[in-house]
């Protein structure tokens, strides 16, 4: 144990309602095109967070397991799971790190928001924020938008929910 870590600290930077009413804003003034992502089983995707700030979980072994029955058993958690108090602040990490190795950067104004200018990878300015599983990304190209996403879902398992307009009632 660490001391002055809150091992039951649940904090996960989140976009927040005026973070995404600007990103729909500026992508309707600009034209851009508006979609989303959903993150599925998003926790157990999350890298662990390095010993001292994810701390070790263990939990008895679960019905039908091999020692179910046995006493003095214990499992080591490996992965976040949903209920364990640092589980979004490993997915946020997780995503972190992902973005910065595309070259995105953190929009400035919050820190689940990421930009990508337009370069040889992708021909367009690409925005994304993330919400813990949900993503809103905005893009000047749809088929930029397109090429981003099958990236995305490569890395992450879940799925394109795709244009948002019909969610806005465009």
Not at 13 to 35: H, K, Q, V, Y
Not at 130 to 156: E, G, T, W
Request: aromatic share 10%; with cysteine; hydrophobic share 35%.
């Amino acid at each position: 144990m660490q001391q002055d870590v809150n091992y039951k600290d649940t904090f996960s930077p989140t976009p927040g309602s005026t973070a995404t009413r600007t990103i729909i804003s500026i992508a309707t003034a600009e034209d851009l095109e508006l979609n989303s992502v959903d993150f599925t089983q998003a926790f157990i995707q999350a890298d662990r967070l390095p010993e001292g700030v994810n701390g070790q979980f263990c939990m008895s072994p679960p019905p039908g397991s091999p020692h179910a029955n046995t006493s003095g058993i214990v499992y080591e958690v490996l992965r976040p799971l949903y209920g364990v108090p640092s589980s979004l602040r490993a997915l946020h990490k997780t995503l972190d790190c992902y973005f910065k190795r595309e070259g995105f950067t953190n929009a400035g104004f919050k820190e689940s928001v990421w930009r990508r200018p337009a370069n040889a990878k992708y021909a367009a300015d690409i925005v994304i924020s993330c919400h813990i599983d949900d993503s809103l990304i905005a893009c000047s190209s749809l088929l930029v938008m397109h090429k981003f996403k099958l990236a995305l879902l490569q890395r992450f398992t879940g799925t394109d929910e795709g244009p948002v307009t019909q969610y806005l009632g465009c």
